[in-house]
């Protein structure tokens, strides 16, 4: 039972646009989230996060969006470039450690 | 180095071998994780550790075994290893296992099964 889920397992983006990353939660008892990239041949590092009690938050082109009656959140990278090509994956602090979903493939085209 | 190192690299190994996976963290976390990384699947959990001497299994740990003698070093071994193992492994390391902070990963090891 797939408890986080990113449902699209990949997007192409055109530079300087928008990317928006999706993920679904089936958990209400969730209540931290966090989006790490991954580039190839690297380990996967930590990108921003969000608790419950909000429903955005920022850092630089980086905005993370919380819906928690949709049990849904999102990542929007704002303009991007080409080296936010990456597998990006959300993660939620479950009962006892980090449920991760199954990534999502940005590519980011000039 | 500060951080989390894994080795190999790359390994490739053929069918039935025994094989063992390094991971060392210098940070002294109390948590680490052995995942492995595959295309449709994501990150999936092999084991986790809360401590020395102190082991759990996770979403997909059969053919595999781990130790924690200390807590610096965080062993994978496949006992016999099977084509269906053929992946990229990720070991994590963390201070509690809902740090908020979240889980630092290695580099990976890309294992391969022949």
């Known amino acids: 039972d797939q408890q986080v889920k990113q449902n699209s397992p990949s997007l192409s983006v055109q530079e300087g646009r928008i990317s928006i990353l999706n993920c679904d939660y089936t958990?209400?008892?969730?209540?931290?989230f966090l989006w790490y990239k991954k580039y190839p041949a690297e380990g996967p590092t930590f990108l921003i996060s969000?608790?419950?009690?909000?429903d955005k938050n920022e850092d630089g082109r980086f905005t993370v969006f919380l819906n928690k009656s949709a049990k849904h959140l999102s990542l929007h990278i704002v303009p991007s470039q080409p080296g936010d090509s990456a597998v990006y994956f959300c993660?939620?602090?479950?009962?006892?450690?980090?449920?991760f979903g199954t990534g999502t493939r940005l590519q980011v085209f000039p | 180095d500060a951080g989390i190192t894994q080795s190999p690299r790359y390994k490739i190994t053929e069918t039935g071998r025994q094989v063992t996976l390094m991971c060392h963290q210098t940070?002294?976390?109390?948590?680490m994780f052995w995942y492995r990384q595959d295309l449709g699947h994501g990150l999936r959990l092999i084991y986790y550790?809360?401590?020395?001497?102190?082991?759990d299994k996770g979403e997909v740990p059969d053919g595999y075994v781990v130790s924690r003698s200390k807590t610096e070093n965080f062993p994978l071994t496949l006992e016999s290893a099977t084509r269906s193992q053929t992946s990229v492994y990720f070991c994590?390391?963390?201070?509690?296992?809902?740090?908020?902070?979240?889980?630092?990963f290695g580099s990976g090891t890309r294992l391969t099964v022949v």
């Open positions: 969000i608790s419950s009690i909000k």
């Open positions: 993660a939620a602090i479950g009962t006892d450690k980090l449920i």
């Open positions: 994590a390391s963390s201070v509690s296992s809902m740090d908020r902070d979240g889980y630092t």
């Open positions: 550790s809360a401590a020395a001497d102190i082991t």
């Open positions: 958990n209400s008892m969730f209540d931290y």
């Open positions: 940070w002294s976390h109390s948590y």
